[in-house]
């Protein structure tokens, strides 16, 4: 059979921890992610403060376990509001060697929804994730649960993935079993110098009944922002159903990524089922796209243009909220492990009193073990 560039860089991920058993066994990688930042003015949906602070730093461990099995702990530090925050992002077992290109996660890891999602916020190429991300899935939505992947025997890469939450990292709840994902992922080559992955993915939040999802005082105060009530990562808008559709495609000269890369992307997000109250009318969604163009091996230049559109619940209706963000970046990376990035984000909203326009300066370092990214 012949594998497509997404399939030899999985398999390759998947094989590198079992190659290196015996000799990693006993001594784990470790690996540091400094982030760190200078923010102009405070921006709406944000998960970053104003003025110098610490953004996603990592401090993670990993190694096979045995010939079937590996694990990985991450631990994350930011900083909010002058405070520290430490939270376990990461701390679960994978197989290894299961037959018919079946894989099994269990513990606690980041949910495979969207494109997005399932990759380490310092892989991103902005500063912070699309406004729909921030709103829907609070950055990066990580839980405590299992998963089952199937790597199909096709000519072209095809994924096909199942996941079970407790749900308590997305909404507040007392299920035992608060959220479902389905999700698909297939791609390929388009002669050697171009890639594609396309996803759909489905996500059941069972946790979202009743009116807990956003009872407000009509009288409330309209400069609260959402994106900084609750910094623990939950979501701040939410529907019992979440829909992803997302496309990404690549070129590089000869396939040649080192030295030049044109990436585009985009994804488009629909949550409904808001709560109780809810008609059908009553419905988040936002999507973005983006390019990025890596024209020297050390510099790169990216645009990325955003929209989202949500219901604030009050009792019985909704008040409607929107934003719209562009972003303009800038980076240089000495070499894979260091990047020094320059972004500039406009923003433009209704509803939301604390929507600016900011320049980001960012750094992001890593040393130690450093993986190869996923596609």
């Known amino acids: 059979m012949r594998f497509t560039r997404l399939q030899a860089g999985l398999f390759s991920s998947l094989l590198m921890p079992f190659a290196s058993a015996q000799a990693n066994e006993m001594n784990p990688d470790i690996s540091v992610v400094l982030d760190g930042y200078y923010k102009q003015n405070a921006t709406a949906l944000s998960h970053r403060d104003e003025g110098f602070g610490l953004g996603h730093t990592e401090l993670s461990l990993s190694a096979p376990i045995d010939d079937l099995f590996t694990g990985r702990l991450t631990a994350v530090l930011e900083e909010h509001h002058g405070e520290t925050e430490v939270a376990l992002e990461e701390a679960y077992l994978q197989t290894t060697g299961m037959p018919w290109n079946l894989s099994v996660r269990g513990g ?19 500063v912070e994730r699309p406004a729909a991300y921030r709103a829907l899935l609070g950055s990066h939505y990580f839980d405590d649960g299992l998963r089952v992947n199937l790597l199909m025997p096709t000519p072209f890469f095809w994924q096909i993935g199942a996941e079970a939450f407790n749900g308590n990292r997305l909404t507040e709840g007392d299920e035992d079993i608060g959220v ?41 105060d ?8 609750d910094h623990s990562h939950a979501a701040a808008y939410t529907g019992e159903n979440l829909y992803i559709a997302d496309l990404v495609w690549k070129w590089s000269p000869n396939g040649n990524t080192r030295q030049q890369q044109l990436t585009l992307s985009g994804e488009y997000l629909y949550a409904d089922e808001l709560n109780e109250h809810a008609r059908s009318s009553d419905y988040h969604q936002g999507w973005y796209t983006s390019a990025v163009y890596r024209f020297t091996p050390q510099w790169s230049v990216g645009a990325r243009y955003g929209r989202v559109d949500l219901k604030e619940a009050h009792g019985d209706h909704f008040h409607d909220q929107q934003l719209k963000e562009t ?3 800038l980076a240089w990376s000495r070499s894979h492990f260091s990047t020094l990035r320059l972004q500039y984000t406009h923003q433009s909203a209704h509803g939301f009193e604390d929507a600016d326009n900011t320049v980001t300066l960012q750094y992001v370092m890593t040393f130690g073990a450093h993986g190869a990214h996923d596609f």
Not at 108 to 126: A, I, P, T
Not at 222 to 229: A, F, K, T, V
Request: aromatic share 10%.
């Open 108 to 126: 606690r890891f980041l949910s495979q929804v969207g494109y997005l999602n399932s990759r380490h916020m310092h892989e991103d190429n902005f």
């Open 327 to 329: 972003d303009v970046m």
């Open 180 to 220: 479902y994902t389905v999700n698909t992922r297939f791609g390929g080559d388009i002669g050697v110098s171009q890639s594609w992955q396309a996803g759909l993915s489905y996500l059941n939040n069972r946790e979202v009944h009743g009116d807990h999802d956003g009872d407000h005082d009509h009288d409330h």
């Open 222 to 229: 309209h400069d609260h922002d959402h994106g900084d009530h």
